[in-house]
């Protein structure tokens, strides 16, 4: 399974971006998808997660009410719609996959693919 992010880019605080996670193979009736992020200095952090066949989302705290996690089914295709951006959400942005169900929805450990990642910049 290749996964490939896009949607980065330098944007001001307060601003808007959406990620795309477009998979090499059909994703949804085996696994479910993550948003990670990781800023410099700083661990690699769950931020979002959706299951298709669990009709589920999370977000982490940081960004509840500012992210929204969706998917394209007939695309094959995973957004993550960030608004009200600040400083702090700086950082590199994956989607991961794991097969579905997953445990621990953000555990790193837990997902078995990886995108390449894209840098998403907010300027003050």
């Known amino acids: 399974v290749q996964l490939v992010e896009s949607g980065g880019g330098l944007v001001q605080a307060g601003g808007s971006l959406r990620l795309s996670c477009a998979a090499s193979?059909?994703?949804?009736?085996?696994?479910?998808i993550g948003w990670f992020r990781r800023a410099p200095g700083r661990e690699r952090e769950g931020v979002s997660f959706i299951s298709y066949q669990d009709n589920e989302k999370f977000y982490a705290d940081s960004v509840k009410g500012r992210f929204t996690v969706s998917y394209d089914v007939s695309k094959n295709v995973v957004y993550l719609q960030m608004n009200s951006l600040k400083p702090e959400d700086t950082a590199v942005y994956y989607c991961?996959?794991?097969?579905?169900?997953?445990?621990?929805?953000?555990?790193?450990?837990?997902?078995?693919?990886w995108g390449q990642g894209t840098q998403v910049t907010v300027s003050p």
């Open positions: 193979v059909f994703l949804f009736d085996t696994y479910d």
């Open positions: 991961a996959a794991a097969f579905s169900p997953v445990k621990d929805e953000f555990r790193p450990q837990e997902y078995k693919f």
